[in-house]
T-cell receptor, first 113, second 113 residues
Framework: SQQGEEDPQALSIQEGENATMNCSYK?????LQWYRQNSGRGLVHLIL?????REKHSGRLRVTLDTSKKSSSLLITASRAADTASYFC?????????????FGKGTHLIIQP | DGGITQSPKYLFRKEGQNVTLSCEQN?????MYWYRQDPGQGLRLIYY???????QKGDIAEGYSVSREKKESFPLTVTSAQKNPTAFYLC????????????FGSGTRLTVV
């Protein structure tokens, strides 16, 4: 079953603009993670936020988590052409993720030069 | 460099044949995972293994088999019982002691001809 659902499904913006993607999930979590996937490649881990954290930064990435609304957002600031990719949120099934993560269907982000 | 190696990158199979996808990691990670990705979809968990000589079914294990005889290796066999095997297969690993995310291989694209 797919726990996380990203919104929007696709997003096209101009280079230099900020991109915001949202993720909603259904059950309690220990942590939530965001991954990037370039076309035809494996996923790359971007950032992990724990259930007791509300916001986390990593370079141009900012992730928020609202456990009361069961939602998270990923903000990419000052977008670049190289940010064009699909972005997935993932939640742990149980026990922190050792028994697998559940992924959403992803947001396809296109950065127009 | 440490990482996960999946081979082959592309695989073609005739209907009724079993095929085995290779996944090797040199990250000293305890846990390994197999995911299936269909076009425009998220990842679905096939099997996972938290320790050598032990593995568990994921959400879509029917028609697949795995083994974990060595810590570094987690091969996936797609059997003839899998009704719709054409997909992109991703292997991942994670450390039980790390707070980071999963490390993914670059994937194997399986096509049934």
């Amino acid at each position: 079953s797919q726990q996380g659902e990203e919104d929007p499904q696709a997003l096209s913006i101009q280079e230099g603009e900020n991109a915001t993607m949202n993720c909603s999930y259904k059950t309690s979590i220990n942590n939530l993670q965001w991954y990037r996937q370039n076309s035809g490649r494996g996923l790359v881990h971007l950032i992990l936020i724990r259930s007791n954290e509300r916001e986390k930064h990593s370079g141009r990435l900012r992730v928020t988590l609202d456990t009361s609304k069961k939602s998270s957002s990923l903000l990419i600031t000052a977008s670049r052409a190289a940010d064009t990719a699909s972005y997935f949120c993932a939640t742990d099934r149980t026990g922190g993720g050792a028994d697998g993560l559940t992924f959403g269907k992803g947001t396809h982000l296109i950065i127009q030069p | 460099d440490g990482g996960i190696t999946q081979s082959p990158k592309y695989l073609f199979r005739k209907e009724g044949q079993n095929v085995t996808l290779s996944c090797e990691q040199n990250l000293n990670h305890d846990a390994m995972y197999w995911y299936r990705q269909d076009p425009g979809q998220g990842l679905r968990l096939i099997y996972y293994s938290q320790i050598v000589n032990d593995f568990q079914k994921g959400d879509i294990a029917e028609g697949y088999s795995v083994s974990r005889e060595k810590k570094e290796s987690f091969p996936l066999t797609v059997t003839s019982a899998q009704k719709n095997p054409t997909a992109f297969y991703l292997c991942a690993s994670s450390s039980a002691v790390s707070s980071g995310g999963y490390t993914f291989g670059s994937g194997t694209r399986l096509t049934v001809v």
